[in-house]
């Protein structure tokens, strides 16, 4: 059913979409339920330092980039050695505004009793965390473009973004992981993020699948194992990087788009990025290959200004609820040198 006027975008749910599958619902417990449903599914808050504000959309919030402090000698009877430093002031935006919205008539709640506010429940809180993730990631164009590569592995045959892509490997791995203690990053909350399929690889790797695997708690934490010490994520948001591989909703009708951090995505870098001094140009990455990214949490920075909320309203002339969902929230790079992106089959 095509909405008439009113303003509307869409179509109501009713009988003739969804037959005897539906029931009655209260909107006004959405709000709690669906943010408890994206922190089930939300991976991004494990690999982003989270910084909860309720400053409103467009606010922008400084935090200062700090650099490395020296260590001097005390000498006897003397003053300590102040350093005199200039610290850059690095802000973020809060330009994220997303909403999850539908309307149900009332001939669906007469006609069942099926339980269908736990159903959408589920789905609009995760269809949230797939959109948070999804930016969160689509930071790694920043880091494609960080420092003319530096920070870049390529699982292939050569190496190279020219050659054959491998399954990921160990010796990849490895060579992120020298990336990262090479640049001093700390070694407490790091993270190595995968796609499906590269978690599939992990899986032969012997020093994957021992005791800190089977010790791991993948339903509370999103942690499905720990490799050298670094707690490993799965996510389907990591895909082949593609300009149609991103589905907005079921694949079955959504119209397809470029994935997270791929050229025209809408899950592109939004912010520019300045990095002691030098203006960071986020790079498209590589078609055809799946880019798993190990790093530090502090490696970016998510600002939340406002929770999902719902909100219902009572539509007389449609005899129906519509019930809308918001979310407000900003994403950007903080630190690039505090990840590297594996490229690989």
């Known amino acids: 059913m095509t909405l008439p006027g009113g303003g509307y975008n869409g179509s109501a749910i009713g009988y003739p979409q969804v037959g005897s599958a539906n029931s009655a619902f209260i909107p006004q417990l959405w709000s709690t339920e669906a ?35 020296a260590v001097n000698d005390k000498v006897y009877n003397n003053p300590v050695t102040l350093q005199s430093r200039t610290e850059n002031r690095w802000s973020i935006t ?18 069942t009793s099926y339980p269908l506010r736990e159903a959408y429940i589920k789905e609009a809180g995760y269809a949230l965390a797939r959109d948070i993730d999804s930016f969160i990631l689509g930071l790694r164009a920043d880091i494609q473009g960080y420092n003319s590569q530096s920070n870049v592995v390529y699982c292939t045959s050569d190496g190279t973004s020219s050659g054959t892509a491998l399954a990921l490997n160990r010796a990849a791995i490895l060579a992120a992981k020298e990336i990262l203690d090479v640049a ?36 509370e934490t999103g942690e499905v194992g720990r490799l050298y010490g670094i707690p490993v994520y799965k996510t389907s948001t990591i895909t082949t990087n593609s300009s149609t591989g991103y589905y907005n909703g079921d694949p079955s009708t959504a119209v397809t788009s470029p994935t997270p951090g791929f050229t025209g995505s809408v899950y592109f870098p ?15 990455l590589t078609s055809g290959m799946k880019t798993a990214v190990m790093g530090h949490r502090d490696w970016a ?10 909100e219902m309203s009572r539509e ?30």
């Open 94 to 111: 809060t330009d994220k505004y997303k909403e999850v919205s539908f309307m149900i008539e009332d001939i669906v709640s007469i006609q």
């Open 35 to 69: 943010k408890r449903r994206l922190d089930d599914n939300l991976i991004a808050r494990q690999i982003v330092r989270m910084l909860p504000t309720m400053a409103k959309k467009g606010s922008v919030l400084y935090i200062p980039d700090i650099g490395r402090l």
């Open 301 to 310: 920075r998510l600002v939340v200004n406002k929770e999902p909320s719902t």
């Open 184 to 219: 001093n990053v700390p070694e407490s909350d790091r993270f190595l993020v995968v796609s499906p399929s590269q978690y599939i690889d992990l899986l032969v790797i012997p020093e994957f699948i021992s005791k800190d695997y089977q010790g791991s708690s993948p339903t």
């Open 270 to 284: 939004t912010q520019s990025v300045v990095h002691f001094g030098t203006t960071i140009t986020a790079t498209s």
């Open 316 to 345: 007389n002339l449609f005899q129906a609820d519509a019930v809308v969902m918001t979310q407000v929230y900003g994403a950007k790079t903080y630190r690039p040198d505090h990840a590297v992106l594996i490229h690989s089959a």
